[in-house]
């Protein structure tokens, strides 16, 4: 692999999505289940979801912060990396650029407000309903954001004429055929994501010892938010699989290592590939790849036979796919699994076993993120805007961005370090057990 700039922007850009995306998803996520902790407090009277809500919204500030950072830099770093994209595609997806950042500002003016106005109104609802404009900024920053991708996989709302755009229309653009899945997914999958951190988070203190009451109703929370989360994210998954294969069959192909258009396709789970693209060890179900695809265990599915040499995707996607679908049946099976032992009197869904596992799908689930981000990127490759710009097109000429890889790389590290060391103290000088004692009085 040579190290051009092309590559080394490739690198850093990877590098900085892959660091902003963490605190991207626990922003979209978090501010539902602080809104949801909050409304259930309120309505039973009860302390422990009042106090819920308040100890996230403190930690969700710190990610926040660290959120702004990185999402600073990866503005900066489409101008600079990517000129030739901005250049042609910048115009084109402005509208959706600039709504990202109006609903950024928008949920950091209800943030600010809702963070310092507790205990301020007589009635708490009227505390609750700040909570709303949070949840609809954040989100609405998340659904603006995936636009932009979206038109990168399925671009549109233009005419593109020798090298020249015209006939610009900023609507059909955003709102383009790749929109729905993408948008849903990552909106599903960041509520996922942020519920099932929060119930690690609480799964580890109960095993640390912590079994109040407090932890036992955070932790039913945080699980059956985590199932329906974890229905809904498989359920989109699904139709964003029928999308890839009605306008990009070359990425689902790479992804399932189908070289050969057939029907009736089999779906490939793990295996490795042999020199001459023979795939070994992997557990073959039958006829799935043609009901993932097209709904009909008869359909046909174009393989990469039909894809020229030079836009096949790299096949290494494959585990990541593998990958990322097997921790969301994770999730969704231990999700299920509590929820289905917490209905029943006889069982006790805060066993060790239980609890370990949910600690480990904490983890689990920002990876799964980090896998099915790499998959959506990478998968597009050998395009940045698919089938019109390649991406060593649209990358910069400059001969310094491997000192900008190492000095940004460094900058992550101390942003990451500053973050887990906010929150360990903010957190451990203060339990909840505290907080609820001085709430009583």
């Known amino acids: 692999m040579e190290l051009d700039s092309a590559m080394l922007s490739r690198l850093l850009t990877s590098l900085t999505l892959g660091f902003h995306i963490i605190f991207a998803t626990l922003g979209v996520g978090i501010p539902l289940m602080v809104s949801i902790a909050e409304w259930i407090g309120i309505k039973r009277n009860d302390p422990h979801y009042l106090l819920l809500a308040r100890r996230w919204t403190r930690g969700f500030v710190v990610t926040v912060a660290i959120g702004v950072v990185t999402g600073t830099a990866i503005g900066l770093q ?8 901005m250049q042609l595609a910048g115009q ?21 407000i809702y963070l310092y106005t507790w205990d301020r109104f007589k009635k708490p609802i009227y505390h609750w309903i700040l909570s709303i404009p949070v949840v609809i900024g954040s ?22 004429k020798e090298g020249v755009i015209t006939d610009i229309q900023p609507l059909a653009a955003m ?51 985590s199932f329906v989360f974890a229905v809904s994210t498989a359920v989109i998954g699904d139709f964003s699989g029928k999308f890839l294969a009605e306008y990009q069959p070359e990425k689902l192909a790479a992804a399932e290592w189908h070289f050969e258009t057939s029907e009736g396709a089999d779906l490939i789970l793990g ?13 073959r179900l039958p006829n799935f790849l043609s009901i993932l695809a097209h ?22 996607i494959h585990y990541l796919f593998d990958l990322m679908v097997g921790i969301g049946m994770f999730l969704a099976g231990i999700s299920f699994l509590y929820v289905l032992m917490a209905r029943f009197k006889n069982f006790n869904e805060n066993n060790n076993m239980i609890l370990r596992l949910i600690v480990i799908g904490g983890p689990l689930s920002v990876f799964a993120i980090e896998f099915g981000w790499i998959f959506s990127e990478v998968g597009r490759q050998p395009w940045i805007l698919w089938d019109i710009m390649r991406t060593g097109h ?11 890889f190492i000095l940004f790389t460094l900058l992550y590290l101390l942003l990451g370090t500053i973050c887990i060391v906010v929150l360990k103290k903010m957190f451990k000088n203060n339990p909840a057990e505290n907080e609820l004692e001085q709430l009583s009085e």
């Open 92 to 112: 084109v997806i402005g509208l959706p650029l600039f709504m990202e950042t109006f609903a950024f500002f928008f949920e950091a003016i209800f943030l600010g």
């Open 175 to 225: 709102f383009n055929p790749a929109t729905p899945t993408k948008a849903s997914h990552v909106l599903s999958s960041a509520y996922l994501t942020s519920a099932f951190v929060l119930a690690a988070i609480t799964a580890f203190s109960i095993l640390k010892g912590k079994d109040s009451i407090y932890y036992k109703k955070a932790l039913r929370f945080t699980m059956v938010a």
């Open 394 to 404: 649209a990358a910069t000429t400059a001969d310094n961005v491997g000192l900008m």
């Open 78 to 85: 489409l101008s600079l990396l990517w000129p030739g994209f």
């Open 139 to 160: 989100s609405a920053s998340a659904f603006f954001i995936s636009t932009v991708n979206a038109f990168m996989n399925a671009p549109q709302g233009f005419t593109l």
């Open 271 to 283: 295996g490795t590939l042999s020199e001459n693209n023979e795939v070994k060890y992997g557990l």
């Open 295 to 316: 709904g009909n265990p008869a359909a046909e599915v174009m393989g990469l036979d039909q894809v020229p040499e030079d836009e096949i995707p790299p096949l290494f």
